[in-house]
T-cell receptor, first 113, second 108 residues
């Protein structure tokens, strides 16, 4: 157990509403990541963070924003959800110094109607 | 963009070794190769990584060719619970980009 939890685990919302997903870690690791996974696409990196208030974009960042005001929480926000953002969202933490060994959360399934 | 290519699917009999290949012909000298797997609906799980020497841990072995352009992940005695999608990844600027991986099916 890498001490990473995601909330909510399941959410159904309507187009145009704001949605925030939370990733919480108990280990105070510096690096955190948000991915989305869709059929036929594997996992795609949305945003990542390398410290408090330090974030950067991944390969599919349009329509998403993130915030990291404290080490343990990395929030992913959809300002105005669209049906194309229906997906499973995974958070990950890196216990090292930025290498490739990540630990993933259990995922948050978001459905936008 | 993923820097690796993997077969779309493979299968293996339970108890036999599963050998999953990966090509990474553009890998540079200081880049590691990482392997993950994802069992249905769960988050990906780290398996192993290596630079140029062969590596082994409790889950698997990683064989990297001498020219580093390809590698093979070996599950020595596959079980039904090893059925999963296996990803071979070469990080880009420290970020992991997952391709579509190899669907390994272990049959009884």
């Amino acid at each position: 157990d890498a001490g990473i939890t995601q909330s909510p685990r399941h959410k159904v919302t309507e187009t145009g509403t704001p949605v925030t997903l939370r990733c919480h870690q108990t280990e105070n690791h510096r690096y955190m990541y948000w991915y989305r996974q869709d059929p036929g696409h594997g996992l795609r990196l949305i945003h990542y963070s390398y410290g408090v208030k330090d974030t950067d974009k991944g390969e599919v960042s349009d329509g998403y924003s993130v915030s990291r005001s404290k080490t343990e929480d990395f929030l992913l926000t959809l300002e105005s959800a669209t049906s194309s953002q229906t997906s499973v969202y995974f958070c990950a933490i890196n216990p090292g110094s930025g290498g490739g060994e990540l630990f993933f959360g259990e995922g948050s399934r978001l459905t936008v109607l | 963009d993923a820097k690796t290519t993997q077969p779309t699917s493979m299968d293996c009999a339970e108890g036999r070794a599963a050998n999953l290949p990966c090509n990474h012909s553009t890998i540079s000298g200081n880049e590691y190769v990482y392997w993950y797997r994802q069992i249905h609906s769960q988050g990906p799980q780290y398996i192993i990584h290596g630079l140029k020497n062969n590596e082994t841990n409790e889950m698997a072995s990683l064989i990297i060719t001498e020219d580093r352009k390809s590698s093979t992940l070996i599950l020595p005695h596959a079980t039904l619970r090893d059925t999963a999608v296996y990803y071979c990844i070469v990080p880009t600027l420290g970020r992991l980009y997952f391709g579509r991986g190899t669907q390994l099916t272990v049959w009884p």
